[in-house]
């Protein structure tokens, strides 16, 4: 079963310039998740796919990374992260490579950890009736929406006032989608049929889109 990671890292930022080449300790932020799927050591290809030049040649300095240029219509804000991935299956197919799972790294999901790929590497492979993953992280938080200057609940038959008499619920994060290619193929989805959820931590669930973000990755890392 061949399995691929693939990173895309456009780029431009709609919420900071640049945001995938921004260095954070002298490391562009998404070259850490190059080094993390390299250290995962489970991957048998990795991929970076983007438009620019300046990813493209920093992704070439580490042996085991294939780079895909993106075309400008798959680099706009407005992209699709399918649009991207389907690219980057049809350059592999052309070379002969032709993989059965495929996971999304997302730059801006810097902090997942070595663990977290192996554990969705195992669901997948181990659950054959799985059609795709997808990383989430449990919060006990009560959540709403503001409308016209008013507050209404979620849920808000199932609110308990305190924490600990609350059920969690589970937020969707970024860290890491599974997909079984035989599905992506069929259906164009990245997510859907039978989804594994697997359960991160809050560090994990990190998602850069700020400088405040930044910030705070500056001083973890």
Same mark, same amino acid.
């Given at each position: 079963?061949?399995?691929?990671?693939i990173i895309p890292a456009r780029g431009g930022s709609k919420s900071i310039k640049n945001k995938n080449i921004k260095k954070i300790k002298n490391i562009p932020l998404f070259v850490y998740s190059i080094r993390t799927a390299i250290k995962s050591n489970v991957f048998d290809y990795i991929i970076v796919s983007s438009d620019s030049k300046n990813i493209l040649n920093i992704s070439?300095?580490? !042996?085991?990374?294939?780079?895909?240029?993106?075309?400008?219509?798959?680099?706009?804000?407005?992209?699709?992260? !399918?649009?991207?991935?389907?690219?980057?299956?049809?350059?592999?197919?052309?070379?002969?490579?032709?993989?059965?799972?495929?996971?999304?790294?997302?730059?801006?999901?810097?902090?997942?950890?070595?663990?977290t790929i192996k554990k969705s590497i195992k669901a997948l492979t181990k659950n054959s009736i799985y059609d795709s993953l997808i990383s989430v992280v449990k919060t006990y938080s009560v959540f709403g929406q503001i409308y016209k200057n008013k507050y209404f609940r979620y849920f808000k038959k199932n609110i308990k006032r305190r924490r600990q008499d609350r059920k969690p619920i589970y937020k969707e994060t970024g860290?890491?989608?599974?997909?079984?290619? !035989?599905?992506?193929?069929?259906?164009?989805?990245?997510i859907g049929g039978k989804i594994f959820p697997l359960i991160?931590?809050?560090?994990?669930?990190?998602?850069?889109?700020?400088?405040?973000?930044?910030?705070?990755?500056?001083?973890i890392v």
């Open positions: 079963m061949i399995k691929i990671a070439k300095k580490f !042996k085991k990374i294939i780079c895909v240029k993106r075309p400008k219509k798959l680099s706009s804000d407005f992209a699709k992260t !399918k649009d991207v991935i389907l690219h980057t299956l049809k350059f592999l197919n052309l070379r002969k490579i032709y993989p059965d799972l495929i996971y999304t790294l997302e730059p801006t999901s810097p902090l997942r950890s070595i663990s860290t890491i989608w599974g997909t079984r290619v !035989k599905y992506l193929q069929k259906n164009k989805k990245l991160v931590s809050k560090e994990e669930d990190l998602d850069i889109n700020s400088y405040e973000d930044l910030s705070l990755f500056s001083k």
